[in-house]
T-cell receptor, first 115, second 109 residues
Framework: DGGITQSPKYLFRKEGQNVTLSCEQN?????MYWYRQDPGQGLRLIYY???????QKGDIAEGYSVSREKKESFPLTVTSAQKNPTAFYLC??????????????FGNGTRLTVT | GENVEQHLSTLSVQEGDSAVIKCTYS??????FPWYKQELGKGPQLIID?????GEKKDQRIAVTLNKTAKHFSLHITETQPEDSAVYFC????????FGAGTTVTVRA
């Protein structure tokens, strides 16, 4: 089955530690995205990548970093600089169009809790 | 950038009744309007989308309407069932996809 796999489903970290969230897709999609979801705030874009070895900041990139060394993989690192890291993180992918009008396919998310 | 407002944060309906969720957008250049359904503990799934060259699209019990002049679009669910209970997100595109804050729909048996 084609899809997006996020791991782990739940992640617990102590404040001050960096943590990396995994995202793998086998849909052969060029574009990949990371969103953060907080209650009552919808989905906010952290980073996105349209091609290997290239990525762009979204609306809330501060305190996060990404890499795109392979087409299938787009890991997100939540650094200690992120002031409020506890959230539900969603990875998505899509085919690449020129007008951002193709459907996003989401993984089932990673819930990160930092104490 | 695009600003998408989803007007209802919660909606409770009796099973069998219809549910309507409305969203407004700010950028007249937006041309793609998807709706996503998110069940508890899962990622959102696309349920229907519409492009700016049509005014309405239906898929079984689900329909989406678009009013470009007023810059709003709505999700219509008819004959609601318990499995329709979920959070629904609207979105609109400009340089990227912008999401509304979500509507939690509860279908009462």
């Amino acid at each position: 089955d084609g899809g997006i796999t996020q791991s782990p489903k739940y992640l617990f970290r102590k404040e001050g530690q960096n943590v990396t969230l995994s995202c793998e897709q086998n849909l052969n999609h060029d574009a990949m995205y990371w969103y953060r979801q907080d209650p009552g705030q919808g989905l906010r874009l952290i980073y996105y990548s349209q091609i290997v070895n290239d990525f762009q900041k979204g609306d809330i990139a501060e305190g996060y970093s990404v890499s795109r060394e392979k087409k299938e993989s787009f890991p997100l690192t939540v650094t200690s600089a992120q002031k409020n890291p506890t959230a539900f993180y969603l990875c998505a992918s899509s085919i690449l169009t020129g007008e951002y009008n193709s459907p996003l396919h989401f993984g089932n998310g990673t819930r990160l809790t930092v104490t | 950038g695009e600003n998408v407002e989803q007007h209802l944060s919660t909606l409770s309906v009796q099973e069998g009744d219809s549910a309507v969720i409305k969203c407004t957008y700010s950028d007249s250049a937006s041309n793609y309007f998807p709706w996503y359904k998110q069940e508890l503990g899962k990622g959102p799934q696309l349920i229907i989308d519409i492009r700016s060259n049509v005014g309405e699209k239906k898929d079984q019990r689900i329909a989406v309407t678009l009013n470009k002049t007023a810059k709003h679009f709505s999700l219509h669910i008819t004959e609601t069932q318990p499995e329709d209970s979920a959070v629904y997100f609207c979105a609109a595109n400009t340089d990227k996809l912008s999401f509304g804050a979500g509507t939690t729909v509860t279908v009462r048996a």
